[in-house]
């Protein structure tokens, strides 16, 4: 029996519209969705993707992804999670893995990816919007100038500080939980009156904070842009 295919789809930050053609068209192909859910059982990922494909009739492989730094841990975590895929790829099913803006930046689908490559499997990924991105267009800026770079960073990252003296814009990918460090580290290098922070962008709670030092910590899906 011919294997099945693995497909990263890319499903933008929150709003359905911005979902590209080739992302809808692999969703409606395939007959598996593989769905990243929370500790609630709820995946943001396929309720997006549902608000732009009917997902009716498609079998859902929830997967559910540890949310810890140790890497054994997450190393047994995504090998469970390319198991359950590999099934459904050994028995003739493709498979579209739904990922949160694109897939090939912070997503666990990349882990998923490598690991089902190594052992032989077909993959292909759908590139899409970045939560950034999307953030950047919401507030109708500019991320970079023309010699300036773009320097992206997980806020979990140690020695941030370090990082913020680097030249050029500055983008803090899912930086909830780190925002009181953060905010500080912003005063503390007088970066604080050239970031802004969304919350949720593109979706009904979606939240702007102009003044950095009003932004409260209230969503693990924050972006803080910084100005170059």
């Not at 911005?18 to 809808?24: D, I, R, S």
């Not at 913020?164 to 990918?173: E, R």
């Given at each position: 029996m011919k294997r099945g295919k693995l497909y990263g789809v890319s499903v933008?930050?929150?709003?359905?519209?911005?979902?590209?053609?080739?992302?809808?068209?692999?969703?409606?192909?395939?007959?598996?969705?593989?769905?990243?859910?929370?500790?609630?059982g709820s995946s943001l990922a396929l309720k997006i993707a549902a608000g732009a494909v009917d997902t009716a009739?498609?079998?859902i492989e929830y997967l559910d992804f540890l949310m810890t730094r140790d890497p054994d841990k997450l190393a047994k975590s995504h090998g469970e999670a390319a198991e359950r895929i590999a099934a459904h790829l050994d028995a003739g099913r493709d498979v579209a893995m739904l990922n949160l803006?694109?897939?090939s930046l912070y997503s666990?689908?990349?882990?998923?990816?490598?690991?089902?490559?190594?052992r032989g499997y077909d993959a292909e990924t759908i590139p899409g919007v970045t939560s950034f991105c999307a953030c950047a267009a919401l507030l109708n800026?500019?991320?970079?100038?023309?010699?300036?770079?773009?320097?992206i960073l997980p806020a979990s990252m140690p020695d941030l500080s370090a990082a913020?003296?680097?030249?050029?814009?500055?983008?803090?990918?899912k930086s909830g939980?780190?925002?009181?460090?953060?905010?500080?580290l912003l005063r503390e290098q007088g970066l604080a009156e050239r970031s802004v922070l969304v919350t949720d962008c593109g979706l009904p709670t979606q939240r702007v904070f102009i003044n950095i030092d009003e932004a409260i910590n209230e969503s693990y899906f924050s972006t803080i842009l910084i100005a170059p």
């Open positions: 933008e930050p929150g709003d359905p519209s911005l979902l590209t053609l080739k992302a809808a068209d692999r969703i409606r192909q395939c007959g598996v969705l593989a769905a990243p859910r929370t500790a609630d009739g498609k079998q803006g694109d897939a666990s689908y990349s882990y998923l990816c490598r690991i089902l490559l190594e800026r500019s991320l970079t100038d023309m010699d300036a770079p773009l320097v913020f003296a680097l030249p050029g814009g500055k983008v803090l990918m939980p780190a925002l009181p460090e953060v905010k500080r």
